[in-house]
């Protein structure tokens, strides 16, 4: 610090004390009422979060054999655990989907065959945006896996509408190659018409500039790709494979032949469904054509229904992007000129244990 003219020195340790300290006193960190160091690592764009943050927890884990005794570490905030959820959650709406596929089908057609082409086409549809998406450049994040549970409904949607109706020509007495061409004719304008509506509902948010955009653009995407698809595989390989898996007789015999080895309760479950059913889509008709004979009161009806979705919708409170509950909440305390640090963390230790 000081040298004299006789050759006196003062040292840093003649006057102070020395020890190795922070870079900066300005924010102090705890874990679990600890003192604790924050480390903040940031994703690099373009990379993969989820193969970033494995990285990161066996590049700690390996660093941490050379700790002092007594120091520890834990992964207090990662926002990939919501990443790796949403992404388990597509896994567990597939499996969900293709489960209900089937058992929607055995309940109204009692048909094993006609489960394989909606089992078929979901794949497809979703490995065709998959291409799509890797086209865009888009990533997994949570607008395309939000986008892609809704493009399973829609894949399965179509795929049962052809089933459906080829299986009612089959019991009519048509052939399979028949029974396909006839449903085409009669449901093919029917899908056309809906996935031009869909894309016609969700292309135009593509082309919304800013910030806005980029969010609502990989969804809409998303789900007009999926959509598009979707229709084609239920145009062209639907038909086809209902016209060469579907049989009347053969139908018959692999339902009688399924529903015995799942025992005889199955039958009469199926029976009764079918005469409940039956009598179900009875009343429905006779409903129907009450109301659209009364047509001006149901016109008035559907007026106050419409009011009333655009008073929720005013009602509805909106934001730039909406928000989910991921899991953790983030408090931050930025204190006024002056204030004393360690004072202000005394009294938030307090308050947060007294939460």
Request: aromatic residues 10%; glycine residues 8%; hydrophobic residues 50%.
């Amino acid at each position: 610090v000081k040298r004299t003219d006789d050759g006196r020195v003062t040292r840093l340790r003649d006057i102070a004390r020395i020890e190795l300290g922070a870079q900066d006193y300005s924010t102090i960190g705890y874990l679990d009422g600890k003192p604790g160091l924050p480390v903040v690592l940031f994703q690099r764009p373009g990379t993969n979060a989820l193969q970033t943050a494995d990285a990161v927890k066996a590049l700690v884990t390996e660093i941490a054999r050379d700790f002092p005794a007594g120091v520890g570490y834990e992964f207090a905030f990662n926002p990939t655990d919501f990443i790796r959820d949403s992404v388990e959650a597509v896994y567990f709406t597939i499996f969900e989907a293709i489960s209900l596929v089937v058992l929607v089908i055995l309940l109204f057609l009692q048909s094993w065959r006609a489960t394989i082409i909606p089992i078929v086409a979901v794949p497809i549809a979703l490995i065709g945006t998959f291409a799509v998406l890797q086209a865009f450049g888009f990533s997994i994040n949570n607008l395309t896996l939000f986008g892609l549970v809704l493009s399973v409904g829609i894949a399965v949607d179509d795929a049962i509408v052809v089933v459906e109706n080829i299986e009612r020509y089959l019991r009519a007495g048509l052939s399979p190659r028949e029974a396909a061409h006839k449903t085409m004719d009669e449901v093919g304008g029917a899908l056309v018409a809906i996935a031009l509506v869909l894309t016609a509902v969700f292309v135009p948010s593509a082309f919304i500039e800013g910030m806005s955009g980029q969010f609502y653009r990989q969804f809409a995407l998303t789900v007009a790709s999926a959509t598009v698809i979707s229709a084609t595989v239920s145009l062209t390989l639907s038909p086809a494979l209902g016209a060469l898996f579907l049989n009347a007789k053969d139908a018959r015999r692999d339902r009688n032949r399924a529903l015995a080895v799942l025992m005889l309760p199955l039958t009469l479950i199926a029976r009764g469904f079918n005469r409940f059913f039956a009598g179900f889509a009875g009343a429905y008709g006779m409903l129907t054509h009450r109301m659209l004979r009364r047509a001006t009161v149901m016109l008035m009806i559907y007026a106050v229904l419409i009011g009333i979705t655009w008073i929720q919708f005013q009602s509805t409170p909106t934001g730039f992007v909406p928000q989910q509950d991921q899991g953790y909440l983030i408090t931050v305390y930025v204190l006024p000129p002056g204030a004393s640090v360690t004072r202000t963390d005394a009294v938030v230790r307090q308050a947060t244990e007294l939460l």
